[in-house]
């Protein structure tokens, strides 16, 4: 009682009341928050748009910089699994650079990417001017501005031009939604980067739209689902016979409460599975009281009811998905491949690709369903240090059985990378991995990619 007394005098200096609910509630709930809640933690992602292809999910998000108070955005970043729980961070796909009319400073807000013919078409608005469109052979990029110019500017309320989301119908014809708080859409050609006939407005929008369309099929039931009435917004849907409408609203996917405040629906279906993405402010809220845009990713399974409505989630589980299946660890691993960590971020250059970085005493990375089969005996680690450090390899927990310990010295500077090789304890099935951080002060060393062997 002594502590939260303490925490309210403290929070009572707060002036706005609903950072102090934040507050509280996380407070309450840290030591239960697990692994998937929110998916990533290295950076600050919102606005997720989850792509399939190649057996892979590929995740775009808009990212939030880690000193934004109000909105901060200037990049999208990408993100891979395979398993729902393991996450890899590619870095940033695509900045506001990449368009040359737009203007540079702010304003990179939610896109999609969707594949049509062997290329890959990526959908950025600049909030408050316009809606542009690259375009790539890779779903990792590069991706290149093809127009040179904007694909959608009508003559509404420019600021009504975000969120896009484009959607191919099964008879070839594609579309692209968009806008808060109306709902427009606009046929687009065969060659995804020109538009066919005027934009329309959906004088019917479903209840409690707000922004954030998402449009997908399933057997014959068209759905919309979008972030409902801010604020705060959860995530609601509706369903149409098709893919114009009219929509008839179903019910919330995610209930809108002071835990989510804004939100953005990302939605498909994978190994026979069905997830839905959103974004909260967990992450946020585990290090300050104090509110900023400063958004995090969530998912979960998606699960349909026998008429083709959706269930309804009061708020993101604290379990989020189970894992589709385990990883191999006898293969190289990116560092920046985790479920969850502590205290480390993520940096890219051109020379080393992505890599962990700013690495502390006590911080951990944590890989879940690793699968050792019969056993491994040796890791190779691959770093680069000035100060130095060492890492723990744990089994199932932060604090768990040590099966080896690695000692990264020094190698002449944070780009000088060195394989560290080291004998482990025979590890063997299927465990959660852990590489726990251990050293002197300050920045330790950065981390590239680690390989077990037989």
């Keep these: 009682m002594l502590l939260i007394t303490t925490i309210m005098i403290n929070y009572s200096k707060l002036q706005n009341a609903r950072v102090l609910a934040f507050g509280i509630f996380f407070l309450l709930n840290l030591s239960t928050v697990k692994a998937q809640k929110p998916i990533i933690q290295t950076k600050y992602t919102a606005d997720p748009a989850p792509m399939v292809h190649n057996d892979t999910i590929f995740l775009y998000t808009s990212h939030d910089e880690d ?3 109000g909105f901060k955005m200037l990049d999208w970043l990408l993100y891979t699994s395979t398993d729902m729980v ?50 790539s052979d890779s779903p990792y990029g590069p991706f290149k501005d093809p127009l040179g110019k904007r694909l959608v500017y009508s003559d509404h309320n420019i600021w009504d031009d975000i969120d896009p989301s484009p959607f191919i119908d099964d008879d070839g014809q594609a579309y692209l939604y ?3 708080p109306h709902l427009y859409y606009v046929k687009l050609n065969a060659d995804m ?63 809108a409460s002071e835990k989510t405040r804004g939100n953005h629906p990302g939605i498909i279906d994978y190994k026979g599975k069905s997830y839905v993405f959103g974004h909260s402010y967990d992450l946020l809220k585990s290090e ?28 993101f589980t604290k379990e989020g998905p189970e894992q589709i299946e385990t990883l191999n660890p006898f293969r190289r691993i990116e560092a920046e491949t985790m479920a969850w960590s502590k205290g480390v971020k993520a940096d890219k250059n051109k020379e080393s690709g992505v890599y962990v970085t700013q690495i502390h005493n006590g911080d951990f990375i944590q890989i879940r369903g690793v699968d050792f ?30 099966i080896g310990t690695s000692k990264i010295e020094n190698t002449g500077g944070g780009q000088n990378w060195k394989t560290f090789k080291t004998k482990v304890k025979k590890a063997n099935g299927v465990h959660d991995l852990f590489f726990v951080f251990k050293g002197e002060q300050g920045e330790l060393f950065n981390f590239d990619a680690w390989k077990f062997s037989k």
């Design 373 to 402: 089969a019969k056993g491994a005996k040796k890791i190779d680690l691959i770093a680069a240090s000035l100060n130095g450090g060492t890492i723990e390899i744990r089994l199932d927990n932060v604090d768990g059985a040590i």
């Design 67 to 69: 000193d934004a108070k």
């Design 178 to 180: 968009w806008g808060n």
């Design 288 to 315: 300050t009281a104090t509110f900023y845009e400063r958004r995090s990713v969530d998912a979960e399974q998606l699960v349909y009811n026998e008429d083709g409505t959706i269930k309804n989630y009061s708020y």
């Design 86 to 135: 393991n996450w890899t961070e590619h870095g940033a796909v695509a900045s506001l650079k990449d368009f040359k009319w737009a203007k540079q400073d702010n304003g990179a807000w939610a896109v999609q990417c969707i594949e049509r013919n062997g290329k890959f078409y990526l959908y950025c608005p600049m909030h408050g001017g316009g809606i542009g469109v690259l375009v």
């Design 193 to 255: 980067i020109s538009t066919s006939g005027e934009v329309v407005k959906v004088d019917s929008k479903p209840k409690n739209y707000q922004e954030g369309p998402w449009i997908w099929k399933r057997k014959n039931n068209y759905y919309l689902s979008y972030a409902s009435t801010c604020c705060p917004e959860g995530i609601g849907y509706a369903m149409s016979n098709s893919p114009t409408g009219p929509w008839e609203y179903k019910g919330m996917i995610i209930d």
